[in-house]
């Protein structure tokens, strides 16, 4: 069964005219629907030429936070090399991953990317070292978790709108982006918002099937590419990889078509056949989990058990494979050494602007809850910028001498 998605009723005299604007796509009905959104928190008039999901993922590209993603650390910080995955590389890989398995799918396209452009914009620099220093620096005043201030970028951070802060996404937006919540900080929030998107992790439905497409490509997106960064800086070795089944399968057969294949290319084409594997198992084995539960709405797939993901044997084979990747890489002595540097500088920023708050902006210096101004000023710097600021604040050099680039 397919419904088909609205966005062309309003468009009136503008030169957008079903005439000439593409036919709307057959969604599957259990897909987003934007003529059905819950809505933006501030009511908007009707998008011209553009349904619901594309304002959303339109303004996403336009807002600063996303611009900043290019500077911030996805593993490798940023002045370690120019070819490894940052946060914006990342991310459009994610939204790429995702937008393929939507269309295999029926699900709304412009809704996924809009969720993948987003899903990051609230890390801080310096990836989980970042995160978990300036947790520690806010653990009395509220904490600090990357998902929550996502929410917070597209809610009230960006400040671009006469008629409201943050970026008003639709309610489907907002609840992809908000991807974890404590109960916590869950209960916080649906006292400010009842029907709000953290109201799920109180009552235990699922976000829709858009939300955990996103989610799902997120992790088979940085699963590769930090296989091919590993490798690329000198951390990660084939050895320690091909005893992992999904590498070793894809390593002998890329070596059976391909004989004498070697180094970049040959990881490569591991990679790539990888993905592709991981793109068609997620299709397959989410259309027949859809199948078997039958939603008919995207409502409907909220209330039943999360239906996007691998099959069980790929699910096990990349379980195993992020295992070795948190051993041989995310825990390199070399990485951690990075990383409690950049911890380092965290604590010192977030130190030298509480006993000075001057020394931020006069809109940040100026807020009554100064903890978290701190840590909203702290979390939208690139990783370049807070470099900048430690050295200006403290007199000291992060990380050491400068390393020479890896190409
Ligand atoms: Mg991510």
Sequence with gaps: MVCRAGGNADQGTSVFTTGNWPASRALASYASNPERSRGRRHPEPRPRGRDEFQRDRDRIVHSTAFRRLVYKTQVFVNHEGDLFRTRLTHTLEVAQLARSIARGLGLHEDLVEAIALAHDLGHTPFGHAGQDALNACMRAHGGFEHNLQSLRVVDELEQRYPGFDGLNLSFESREGILKHCSRADAHGLTLREPDGPAARFLDGTRPSLEAQLANVAD???????????????????????????????????????????????????????????????????????????????????????????????????????????????????????????????VRQLFAAYLGDPKQMPADYAARDNRHRAIADYIAGMTDRYATREYRRLTGREPFGAPTPAVT
């Design 219 to 345: 992790e088979m997106a940085y699963n590769a590419h930090d296989i091919d960064d590993g490798v690329r800086s000198g951390l990660l070795s084939m050895d320690s990889l091909i005893d992992v089944s999904v590498v070793r399968r894809h390593h002998a057969a890329v070596l059976h078509d391909h004989p004498g294949l070697a180094a970049r290319r040959l990881l490569f084409e591991v990679l790539r056949r990888m993905l592709a594997e991981q793109v068609h198992d997620v299709i397959d084995s989410t259309a027949t989990r859809l199948e078997e539960l039958a939603p008919t709405s995207a409502d409907a797939a909220r209330q039943l058990p999360a239906a996007v993901g691998f099959s069980d044997q790929l699910a096990g084979e990349v379980a195993a494979l992020k295992r070795v990747l948190m051993r041989e890489l995310y825990r390199h002595p070399q990485v951690v050494e990075t990383t409690d540097a950049a911890r380092e500088v």
